[in-house]
């Protein structure tokens, strides 16, 4: 008679992958948690330890209709004013089913501009927030320019689900190291960001 014994380790018991498998762990750096906020900035823990790091958003609310942003700097500088090259697109459902679409964004797009970076369309009724992912890569490579990409879901400006995809580069080689959220108009009246380092 055989028996067969299970292995019932979780995986975070597991010390090794096996060779030729890869894998990637979140390491939180920073939490912050907006009330009534104009803007939220992360100028600490931004080096070349990590060559992605992710922002985490998460029920962020505005104190009035607008758009969701975001910029960086380098150094110790606070102008927020990197050069960015951008790209974006939607798909949107309202609620009543009276439209939806997917469609390129040029109100979001930027082209060699120091602008904030639109990534999110907000509504400021009491119950909607938005919700999702930046990443940001290589952020202190002193060799090429630096990439983001981002995808947040939110209930936008008509009520709806708005889905927003945002990718594009900080035209600059010199390292990043903070970065700066604000809405367009108004404050960030709720909710928690949150900075991870990816290994």
């Known amino acids: ?3 067969n ?3 019932d380790r979780s995986m975070a018991s597991i010390t090794s ?3 030729g498998v ?13 009330s009534s906020s ?3 900035s992360f100028t600490s823990n931004i080096d070349s330890t990590y060559k992605e790091y992710q922002f985490h958003f998460t029920d962020i609310h505005p104190s009035a209709d ?7 700097d380098t150094g110790t500088n606070t102008s927020y004013n990197q050069t960015i090259t951008s790209t974006a697109f939607n798909a ?17 797009d930027l082209a060699q501009s120091t602008s904030f970076q639109r990534i999110g369309t907000l509504n400021s009724e009491n119950d909607d927030a938005c919700n999702g992912i930046l990443q940001i890569f290589d952020p202190s490579n002193t060799t090429f320019v630096k990439h983001f990409m981002s995808v947040m879901n939110s209930s936008g400006v008509t009520p709806a689900t708005y889905n ?3 990718a594009g580069y900080f035209n600059t080689t010199t390292a990043i190291t903070r970065f700066q959220f604000k809405m367009n108009t108004g404050n960030i009246d709720a909710g928690t960001i949150k900075m991870y380092g990816v290994v």
């Open 5 to 7: 014994v299970c292995n």
């Open 66 to 72: 607008a758009q969701f942003t975001f910029q960086a």
């Open 1 to 3: 008679m055989s028996i």
């Open 17 to 19: 992958l096996p060779s």
């Open 38 to 40: 104009s803007t939220i």
């Open 22 to 34: 890869s894998g990637s762990s979140l390491v939180l750096l920073e939490t912050q948690t907006a």
């Open 92 to 108: 949107y459902h309202y609620e009543n089913d009276g439209a939806t679409e997917l469609t390129y964004n040029a109100n979001k």
């Open 164 to 166: 927003d995809f945002v």
